[in-house]
């Protein structure tokens, strides 16, 4: 069974920087579309980046120039860099992972497996 466990939330100021990893276990992270997502208190979950299998990434307007997706195949491990954080990037992030070799930040609903997710809390 596919797990997903994320960890490197924490609670900073405006402007400053975090890295977010989601350790996979149970199957390889090269045979799956990953992506992050994240829901704030009273508002929509929204798809913040992804990156298919062969490495190509794709993000949200919402966080485009500010965030970075990545992988590491051989440590089955996938992050996201947080830069000049605001206030509205504060929610929970969750890694998931879909079954094949591409995927949208469209559809929660789309991915296979889940993380339970990590909190980022930006506020001055």
């Known amino acids: 069974q596919v797990r997903l466990l994320e960890s490197g939330g924490g609670s900073l100021q405006p402007g400053g920087s975090l890295r977010l990893s989601c350790a996979v276990s149970?199957?390889?992270?090269?045979?799956?579309?990953m992506a992050w997502f994240r829901q704030a208190p009273g508002k929509e979950r929204e798809g913040v980046a992804k990156?298919?299998?062969?490495?190509?990434?794709g993000y949200a307007d919402s966080v485009k120039g500010r965030f970075t997706i990545s992988k590491d195949n051989v440590k089955n491990t996938l992050y996201l860099q947080m830069s000049s954080l605001k206030p509205e990037d504060n929610a929970m992030y969750y890694c998931?992972?879909?079954?094949?070799?591409?995927?949208?930040?469209?559809?929660?609903?789309?991915?296979?497996?889940r993380g339970q997710g990590t909190q980022v809390t930006v506020s001055s």
């Open positions: 990156i298919n299998t062969v490495g190509d990434p």
């Open positions: 998931v992972a879909r079954s094949a070799s591409y995927c949208y930040l469209a559809s929660w609903y789309q991915y296979n497996y």
């Open positions: 149970g199957d390889t992270i090269s045979r799956y579309c």
